[in-house]
């Protein structure tokens, strides 16, 4: 299984340099895995592309509807309180920021703290140190 990072996920929307990587990631993932405030990053990161004038505001509520159909499909990690203990201890061992942190509590929750089999996909460096760090295999 995969855990997606929002930093993955936005990307799938919009065109961005890691578009092409992330489809072909997508295409061979049936099983995509995503912390429950995912959708609420997600949107937030193709909203500041909209107010920076990258995206049209029209696109954006389109967009919003592909999101939706995403959020639909995948499974979805909503255990809290495993996800914010797991923070807590994240955010003293690495350089991470609070968001960041409940995404990987998140993933390692997911996969109840044995990232053995686990693939963690982000497009942000020092959350994908971190997650090497925590035993996942990284991608990119």
Do not use: Y
């Not at 299984?1 to 578009?19: G, Y």
């Not at 967009?63 to 807590?88: N, S, T």
């Amino acid at each position: 299984m995969r855990f997606w990072d929002s930093s993955a996920l936005v990307p799938m929307f919009t065109e961005q340099p890691a578009t092409k990587e992330v489809a072909s990631w997508v295409e061979d993932d049936p099983d995509i895995v995503i912390w429950a405030f995912a959708d609420v990053e997600v949107r937030s990161g193709l909203a500041r592309l909209a107010r920076e004038g990258r995206l049209s505001w029209k696109d954006l509520q389109e967009i919003g509807q592909d999101v939706d159909r995403l959020m639909q499909r995948v499974h979805v990690i909503q255990m809290m309180e495993a996800v914010k203990v797991r923070a807590k201890r994240l955010l003293n061992v690495h350089s991470l920021r609070a968001g960041d942190a409940l995404q990987l509590g998140a993933a390692l929750a997911a996969c109840s703290d044995d990232p053995t089999n686990f693939e963690f996909l982000t497009l942000d460096q020092r959350l994908g140190d971190a997650a090497r760090r925590e035993g996942f295999t990284v991608r990119p």
